[in-house]
Nanobody, 128 residues
Framework: HVQLVESGGGSVQTGGSLKLSCSVT????????MGWFRQAPGKEREGVAA???????KYADAVKGRFSVYRDNAKGRLYLQMNSLKPEDTAMYYC???????????????????????WGQGTQVTVS
């Protein structure tokens, strides 16, 4: 049984940095595609970044050049390094995972939605 637990959120000033962590309980090698989504108040959940088990990545245009996603399968962790944070980055951030690779699943397409295999509970990021 796979569970995803996020940590690392908090409050930061504009231009600051945060690193989010997603701890995986279960067999992480079965999670081919993992990624991060976010949802701001009054807005729909949107994809931020995804990483396939082969190391390939995909980023939303809004975060390209500022955010980096990486995974450590041996430690069962997915990370999101966020630099040059802006107030519009304020949101609840969610870890997500699919058993399919990123070319075939919702996480890889940064689409989210009900077809995603696993979701975490979220961690709040506030930029002021």
């Amino acid at each position: 049984h796979v569970q995803l637990v996020e940590s690392g959120g908090g409050s930061v000033q504009t231009g600051g940095s945060l690193k989010l962590s997603c701890s995986v309980t279960g067999y992480m090698y079965s999670l081919y595609c993992m990624g991060w989504f976010r949802q701001a108040p009054g807005k729909e959940r949107e994809g931020v970044a995804a990483m396939d088990i082969d190391g390939s990545t995909k980023y939303a245009d809004a975060v390209k050049g500022r955010f980096s996603v990486y995974r450590d399968n041996a430690k069962g962790r997915l990370y999101l390094q966020m630099n040059s944070l802006k107030p519009e980055d304020t949101a609840m951030y969610y870890c997500a995972a699919d058993s399919a690779d990123c070319s075939a699943g919702s996480v890889g397409a940064l689409e989210g939605g009900p077809n995603v295999d696993h979701w975490g509970q979220g961690t709040q990021v506030t930029v002021s």
